[in-house]
């Protein structure tokens, strides 16, 4: 019997899913992406190409989660992490494998402060071998500082240098649909199971 339970234990470890988690200040665009990912999978699977207009999306009180089905058959759990959560973001660092940073890179006022909160991010010890992935979303918007002069303010240099953990920078808009391929591409490459 004690034996059984053990078993159902190790099969339902076995099954689950990589999860990524999905992090960045409130109004960068998580949910949108979130939403765009499932969205993109589906028309692929049925054949069709055409994303349509953005959906609506609401301020996440508490988390999203989503379960992706990637090519090859992996699967990964994307949960993402209200803004407003900052301060109990590392009780869900342990048991995930990938990280997804997003910053709204129209808004040049808030890019600071997501250099300080990716650093935090990056220095906490479960996260310490995961693959991070920083998007630079809201491309589409007009702002009056180039890509280049963002990254610079947002310190980009630095953090890769400083950092532990393998990390790619990818620019999207989560509204036009422009970058989300190599979104999924790159989870593709970070799943394993
Ligand atoms: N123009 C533009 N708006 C975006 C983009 N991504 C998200 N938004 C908008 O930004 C707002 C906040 O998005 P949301 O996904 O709820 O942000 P979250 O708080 O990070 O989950 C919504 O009105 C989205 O439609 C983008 O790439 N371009
Ligand atoms: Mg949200």
């Known amino acids: 019997m004690?034996?059984?339970?053990?078993?159902?234990?190790?099969?339902?470890?076995?099954?689950?899913?990589d999860i990524c988690l999905l992090l960045g200040a409130t109004g960068?665009?998580?949910?949108?992406?979130?939403?765009?990912?499932?969205?993109?999978?589906?028309?692929?699977?049925?054949?069709?190409?055409?994303?349509?207009?953005?959906?609506?999306?609401?301020?996440?009180?508490?988390?999203?989660?989503?379960?992706?089905?990637?090519?090859?058959?992996?699967?990964?759990?994307?949960?993402?992490?209200?803004?407003?959560?900052?301060p109990i973001w590392p009780s869900y660092f342990s048991d995930c494998s990938s990280v997804i940073f997003v910053v709204d890179s129209s808004n040049t006022a808030q890019v600071s402060s997501s250099c300080i909160q990716v650093l935090s991010v990056l220095s906490a010890e479960p996260l310490r071998s995961a693959s991070v992935l920083i998007l630079f979303n809201k491309r589409d918007m007009p702002c009056i500082m180039s890509l280049v002069e963002i990254k610079s303010l947002f310190r980009l240099e630095d953090i890769i240098a400083s950092a532990t953990q393998p990390i790619t920078t990818l620019e999207l808009s989560a509204c036009t649909g422009e970058g989300l391929q190599e979104v999924l591409g790159w989870l593709e490459s970070v799943t394993v199971s």
Do not use: A, F, Q
């Not at 004690?2 to 899913?17: A, D, F, P, Q, T």
């Not at 992406?33 to 069709?48: A, C, E, T």
């Not at 949960?79 to 959560?85: H, V």
């Open 28 to 86: 960068v665009g998580k949910t949108l992406l979130l939403k765009r990912l499932h969205n993109i999978l589906y028309l692929s699977l049925h054949g069709l190409n055409e994303l349509g207009t953005p959906p609506s999306t609401l301020p996440t009180v508490g988390t999203n989660l989503i379960d992706l089905t990637l090519r090859r058959r992996k699967k990964v759990t994307v949960r993402e992490l209200g803004g407003c959560m900052g």
């Open 2 to 17: 004690r034996l059984r339970g053990y078993v159902c234990y190790i099969k339902r470890e076995m099954s689950r899913n």
